[in-house]
């Protein structure tokens, strides 16, 4: 007998068994009914416990896609692992009769407690996930927060290949942390917030600095560099200062808002110093820069006088339109007895300007008639020099040459009579007297 008969023998048996126990007891329909009934609620409460479950670690999963950073293979095991809980549970899913049906032939248990295991296995890949995660965010505490900080100020926007290259480092961090290699993952840590650290100065920099450069470029290429020379080194020189400030502090934003403000400040200034220039009916704009940087420096005075406040950046005649504002609204806030204290204090600077003024004037006038007076004597001393040359040509001609003479008649005629060396003795003490008491003068 071979194993296929053997089999059927037996199947026969079986059939024959069950055969005599169905005739044996007859068939109660309200216990069949009442038994059916019983398990229809069994499995529906099983159901919805599966359920539960299902809803519950969707919505967790769904939440955990930050986890893959940590461990991407322990992710997609997770990943998986959830997958064929969901395959079982789509099984008895429309069927809530079904969940407490055998899941197979080859195995026990049924189609919810096949569905549970799978879950378990989710539950377990999830909290070794939690555990690497933990462990990690210790450990790459300042990589974490600074890549986040690249993030919210958009580098990668800015400097997409930068970015990528120092994404890939951050990720080879957890990888090292996920493979138990700490001393690697600190090591490597090191290289990682050095380089971050330079694209956060560079983006920053970028995002602040270079549109002021920018416009520094096309104020030279507008010839104010030409037209307004002082006011735009002056902004040149603050812009370096603002660069500076940026690299040392570039998480410092109202030290970097500040700094922009200062820079912009001088690119305004530089534009309407170099519009008045041009105003102006003279080709030496470096003399007219000055005058107008002293009109300006005037009006700042009575600005910061009247409220601190510095309009600079704005064309002279706005200038003095704010001014006269400021005046109307202390004014118009009844603070008359400060306008007037204002007032007073600029009435006496503009006194003590006016006493400098005059004293000046007055220096200015003695040294014109001190000019006065030492051209005279040049003149004089010309006029000696010359008949000096005489007198020492008629020397060297054996004294018989005649000197100019320059007194009166008697004078001229006494002084003919004396000797050719003692004639250039006087003239001599006649160049030198002079000059010396204007010198003393």
């Given amino acids: 007998m071979n194993k296929y008969m053997k089999l059927a023998v037996v199947t026969g048996a079986l059939l024959s068994v069950s055969a005599c126990q169905s005739t044996s007891e007859p068939r109660e329909i309200e216990s069949a009914a009442t038994n059916k009934a019983e398990k229809s609620v069994d499995s529906l409460a099983v159901y919805e416990q599966s359920k539960q479950t299902y809803e519950q670690w969707l919505v967790t999963l769904k939440d955990a896609k930050s986890l893959k950073l940590y461990s991407e293979d322990r992710y997609d095991d997770l990943l998986e692992a959830w997958s064929e809980a969901v395959d079982i549970y789509e099984d008895f899913s429309d069927d809530p009769s079904k969940a407490t049906e055998e899941y197979s032939l080859f195995s026990s248990g049924s189609y919810a407690q096949k569905f549970n295991a799978e879950i378990a296995t989710v539950e377990k890949q999830h909290k070794a996930l939690l555990a690497l995660k933990e462990k990690a965010d210790s450990l790459l505490a300042d990589s974490i927060a600074q890549m986040e900080y690249l993030n919210q100020i958009n580098a990668k926007s800015h400097f997409k290949s930068d970015y990528s290259r120092l994404a890939n480092k951050y990720k080879y961090l957890f990888e090292y942390v996920a493979d138990g290699d700490i001393d690697d993952a600190q090591t490597a840590q090191a290289v990682f917030l050095r380089d971050a650290k330079k694209l956060e100065v560079k983006t920053v920099l970028k995002v602040h600095i270079s549109p002021l450069e920018k416009e520094i470029r096309q104020l030279n290429n507008k010839g104010f560099k030409s037209l307004a020379a002082i006011s735009y080194a002056q902004a040149k020189a603050v812009l370096a200062s603002a660069t500076s400030s940026v690299k040392a502090n570039p998480r410092d934003t109202d030290l970097i808002e500040q700094s922009v403000a200062k820079v912009k400040f001088e690119i305004a200034h530089v534009t309407n110093i170099a519009g008045e220039v041009k105003r102006l009916k003279a080709t030496d704009s470096r003399k007219y820069e000055s005058v107008i940087l002293q009109m300006e420096n005037k009006l700042l005075d009575i600005s910061k006088a009247v409220d601190g406040s510095d309009f600079r950046d704005q064309p002279i005649r706005v200038q003095t339109e704010r001014i006269v504002e400021q005046i109307e609204q202390m004014h118009g806030d009844n603070n008359t007895d400060i306008l007037e204290k204002k007032i007073a204090e600029l009435e006496a600077s503009l006194k003590q300007a006016d006493e400098s003024l005059a004293l ?70 006649e160049v030198i007297t002079p000059t010396a008491t204007a010198a003393v003068e």
């Fill in 360 to 429: 000046s004037n007055e220096q200015k006038n003695a040294t014109d008639e001190k000019i006065d007076l030492l051209e005279k004597q040049i003149k004089l001393n010309e006029d000696h020099v010359a008949r000096l040359n005489k007198v020492i040509a008629s020397y060297e001609n054996g004294g018989n040459g005649k000197v100019a003479p320059t007194k009166t008649a008697a004078a001229k005629v006494k002084a003919a009579e004396k000797p050719v060396a003692e004639q250039v003795a006087e003239a001599v003490e």
